[in-house]
């Protein structure tokens, strides 16, 4: 079993090859943004939400060195705004509203979903498409319903959760080294 998950997994890492040129340039993307005092927000639903979490606070901490914090925020880390806002405006609707609340022409929201179809991101991406916020997808499998709605959609072409989430956790790996060397 381990043999088969370790071969799956290379497999999946190798095709990121694939879409190395959208990665990159979702990179410089963040980068020109935070460069220009402009923040990350991250949203994604149970695994993606932890990942969503991770990568803010690799950008509010640090990654791998001693730097000044970078203005990012987790879209899924305040109880009590997700609470209210599925209470009055149901969960459809909690990144949305706070998107409309934090968003401003110039940041960047990242959209982290293995399946793309999430209704709650659907909304925050076209929330943010009115409020002139760049949107950046990282999903799986064949991108979803999300793929076209992004500014920029990197799918990692594979079927399994598991899979699709190591490679998210990479590229999210990837961006905070490539920010970090970059400002």
Same mark, same amino acid.
């Given at each position: 079993?381990?043999?088969?998950?370790?071969?799956?997994?290379?497999?999946?890492?190798?095709?990121?090859?694939?879409?190395?040129?959208?990665?990159?340039?979702?990179?410089?993307?963040?980068?020109?943004?935070?460069?220009?005092?402009?923040?990350?927000?991250?949203?994604? =639903?149970?695994?993606?939400?932890?990942?969503?979490?991770?990568?803010?606070?690799?950008?509010?901490?640090?990654?791998?060195?001693?730097?000044?914090?970078?203005?990012?925020?987790?879209?899924?880390?305040?109880?009590?705004?997700? /609470?209210?806002?599925? =209470?009055?405006?149901?969960?459809?609707?909690?990144?949305?509203?706070?998107?409309?609340?934090?968003?401003?022409?110039?940041?960047?929201?990242?959209?982290?979903? /293995?399946?793309?179809?999430?209704?709650?991101?659907?909304?925050?991406?076209? /929330?943010?498409?009115?409020?002139?916020?760049? /949107?950046?997808?990282?999903?799986? =499998? =064949?991108?979803?319903?999300?793929?076209?709605?992004?500014?920029?959609?990197?799918?990692?072409?594979?079927?399994?959760?598991?899979?699709?989430?190591?490679?998210?956790?990479?590229?999210?790996?990837?961006?905070?080294?490539?920010?970090?060397?970059?400002?």
């Amino acid at each position: 079993m381990f043999s088969t998950l370790l071969q799956h997994h290379m497999q999946c890492f190798e095709s990121l090859r694939d879409i190395q040129p959208d990665i990159e340039k979702a990179g410089e993307w963040m980068a020109t943004a935070l460069r220009n005092g402009k923040k990350v927000l991250v949203a994604g =639903n149970g695994g993606s939400a932890a990942d969503s979490q991770h990568f803010a606070a690799e950008l509010i901490g640090r990654f791998e060195k001693e730097r000044k914090s970078y203005p990012a925020i987790a879209l899924t880390t305040d109880t009590s705004i997700l /609470t209210a806002l599925g =209470n009055d405006y149901g969960f459809d609707r909690i990144f949305s509203r706070q998107v409309e609340g934090l968003g401003n022409q110039g940041d960047i929201l990242i959209c982290i979903s /293995t399946s793309g179809n999430s209704k709650n991101l659907i909304l925050a991406a076209e /929330t943010a498409g009115q409020k002139k916020v760049k /949107t950046i997808g990282l999903f799986g =499998n =064949n991108g979803g319903l999300l793929k076209d709605k992004m500014s920029l959609s990197i799918t990692v072409q594979h079927k399994v959760t598991a899979r699709i989430q190591e490679a998210h956790i990479f590229i999210l790996h990837y961006w905070a080294a490539f920010i970090e060397s970059n400002l």
